[in-house]
């Protein structure tokens, strides 16, 4: 039986809208911190699934606080099931 990690990779990776606004989102999250989590922080890295042959990317899954806690639950289940249940269980359409 093949294992989705063995088609799939899970990786966290900053969320789209280039440099500017990585370092906005960055600035967002640091201000949040500071008013004591009153003010809800900004979404800075996205857990992005992608295909290992040619880095597709099948899933965008927006990062949560902390980030590695979800990556690593999606890189647990990639190791666990075929990529097609995987691939169905997060509703990503194929074909």
Request: proline share 8%.
């Amino acid at each position: 039986m093949d294992r989705a990690s063995d088609v799939l990779t899970a990786d966290l990776e900053p969320r789209p809208g280039g440099p500017v606004r990585h370092w906005v989102r960055v600035a967002g999250a640091f201000a949040a911190e500071m008013a004591q989590g009153l003010v809800p922080a900004p979404t800075v890295l996205d857990v992005v699934v992608r295909r290992r042959d040619d880095g597709t990317e099948v899933l965008r899954v927006p990062g949560e606080d902390p980030s590695a806690h979800l990556l690593s639950a999606v890189r647990d289940e990639l190791a666990a099931v075929e990529p097609e249940e995987f691939l169905a269980r997060w509703s990503v359409r194929t074909g």
